[in-house]
């Protein structure tokens, strides 16, 4: 596909000459807008700032505290049971890690992702998400069977992903073009023993990495694991090549926010064994995505449940005699109002950071924040609106995701890529990923805090400089940032045996809890499957 370049847009050999330093001192005419999903009410209360009375009282059934994938399959599970006397309490960002964004442009709206934006053809073992995905008609056929059919427009198609590696674009994420032999037969001994491990079974019978993961083996026999890093495992077994290592690390990075040598071997091998869901209309392993990342399923999510929903952050959930009572807060026109629900039964779909602090007596629960709360990566995510398509190198076409060999971006995603024509668009959204894994935590939430506009999106353009040089900057309209501090948890060493998680996983009572942080890390099987069951615990008299 030819793709127009600003020399040719420009209409000149002249700007071309002007070269670098004169068109890269457009980015500081490129407007940026920066969002903080959370930031508000979470100061709002770190500060000590005073909750004023409720102004109204709502009673209802059931109240989900949270709209995202969790909260959403919770009130899709209660809608398919027939029950709705239910309402849910948005948070702060309506959908959360599955919200996303839109440009209005004269040519129409383009879609963007702010979180997650793409899933995987689920397991065998994912029935919860083939029943949603079917209920919401993106399956379209055969549901729970091997190979079922999905809608075609939503299975991503070609060029999938591509890796700009020593100047030259290639296929696919792990270094091969120019890699010695020693290092290319390391890979395919490293995806000999995925396969393996892929079918291999613990002493109860059980395949040993599946979504859910509560539906892994729990074969005692593996619990190594999680006592090491990805890292360690593969030094201890001879992985010594450098672009083997550098793809793994990208692996964690993207589904983790945090680096191999943080990341439990345990999750780091599920990222590549747990997945192997198959289609009758696509090939193994292949990827649903949307313009709009994962927010168009949490609209229908939303749609398809009828849930009641109301703005607002749940800032206090405790039990009161025979039920249950949650203070909300929302600001209007930057004011503080608050007010009160009452309910049989409440579904927490909250992280677990933000549960803390939010379920009156959570210790008696189970759960101690100090010994059971998981480590949080940060995450920003920036849209470039381009009004043109930056020139690409002869006969590399660019694809749905492109990645650089560098670190601490992820590339960026092609928003307009599943729009199939023989002419390009004449705009589209390039989303940026950012995963500051290159510092801690806790050094990467102060800098996003303190960082202006045109530091963000230096960051986040960083991989698109490396990709296109100075032809970048003058194709970009505006930037929309999403900065997520607390993003998503981290499957750190030990994470698999988290006492705390594990008992709010079983609680049955006036509260439940429903949020893939139970699981350890975030991903949409998990939160799914955590929604869907605390709506059938809720639906119990």
Not at 83 to 111: C, K, V, W, Y
Not at 242 to 248: C, E, V
Not at 321 to 349: M, N, T, W
Request: proline content about 6%; aromatic content about 10%; overall charge neutral.
């Amino acid at each position: 596909m030819e793709r127009r370049s600003f020399i040719g847009a420009a209409g000149g050999a002249a700007l071309a000459a002007a070269g670098g330093a004169a068109l890269f001192q457009r980015w500081q005419e490129i407007d940026a807008s920066v969002h903080y999903p959370g930031r508000a009410e979470g100061h709002f209360l770190r500060d000590g700032g005073a909750v004023p009375p409720p102004s109204s009282v709502i009673d209802t059934d059931i109240v989900i505290a949270g709209s995202g994938i969790a909260g959403l399959s919770a009130a899709w599970q209660l809608a398919r049971d027939g029950h709705r006397d239910a309402l849910m309490i948005d948070g702060p960002q309506p959908f959360g890690n599955a919200a996303g964004g839109s440009f209005a442009t004269s040519d129409g709206t383009l879609e963007f992702p702010t979180g997650g934006h793409y899933l995987p053809l689920p397991s065998p073992e994912s029935t919860h998400v083939r029943a949603i995905l079917f209920d919401l008609g993106i399956l379209q056929k055969d549901p729970y069977g091997d190979k079922p059919t999905y809608d075609e427009r939503y299975i991503l198609h070609g060029p999938e992903e591509r890796l700009l590696y020593r100047g030259v674009w290639q296929e696919g994420f792990l270094p091969t073009q120019g890699v010695a032999a020693a290092e290319l037969a390391q890979h395919r001994r490293f995806f000999a023993e995925v396969e393996r491990l892929r079918a291999l079974r613990g002493s109860d019978g059980r395949r040993l990495f599946v979504f859910p993961t509560v539906l892994s083996s729990t074969d005692p026999a593996f619990d190594g694991l999680d006592r090491i890093t990805l890292k360690q495992w593969l030094e201890q077994r001879g992985y010594t090549a450098p672009t083997l290592h550098w793809y793994l690390n990208y692996c964690c990075r993207d589904d983790y926010g945090s680096r191999y040598d943080k990341v439990s071997a345990w999750a780091g091998l599920h990222y590549y064994c747990s997945r192997w869901g198959q289609a009758a209309n696509a090939g193994n392993g292949a990827w649903l995505t949307w313009p709009g990342g994962m927010a168009p399923v949490a609209r229908a999510l939303a749609q398809k449940s009828a849930i009641a929903r109301r703005a607002g952050s749940v800032v206090s959930l405790k039990t009161v005699g025979g039920g249950v009572e949650a203070l909300c807060l929302r600001f209007d026109d930057g004011q503080p109002a608050s007010y009160l629900v009452r309910a049989r039964k409440a579904i927490c779909a909250m992280p677990l950071m933000v549960a803390a602090r939010v379920v009156e007596n959570i210790g008696a629960l189970g759960f101690d924040a100090r010994r059971h709360m998981p480590a949080y990566a940060p995450w920003l995510v920036a849209n470039f609106l381009m009004k043109d398509f930056p020139a690409e190198l002869p006969a590399q076409p660019l694809a749905w995701d492109n990645v650089v060999y560098q670190e601490p971006g992820l590339g960026y995603v092609v928003s307009t890529h599943q729009d199939i024509r023989q002419t390009p668009p004449a705009k589209t959204v390039f989303s940026a990923y950012v995963a500051l894994s290159d510092r801690s935590p806790e050094q990467a939430r102060k800098w996003l805090m303190m960082a202006t506009p045109d530091q963000l999106v230096e960051l986040a353009s960083a991989d698109l400089k490396s990709a296109y040089g100075w032809k970048f900057a003058p194709c970009v309209e505006r930037v929309d940032i999403t900065v997520r501090g607390h993003a998503m948890a981290a499957p750190l060493p030990g994470f698999r045996s988290n006492a705390g998680a594990h008992a709010l996983r079983q609680l049955d009572g006036p509260i439940t809890f429903a949020h893939a942080d139970l699981s350890g890390f975030s991903v949409f099987e998990e939160a799914a499957w955590w929604g869907c069951a605390a709506a059938q615990k809720a639906v119990k008299v």
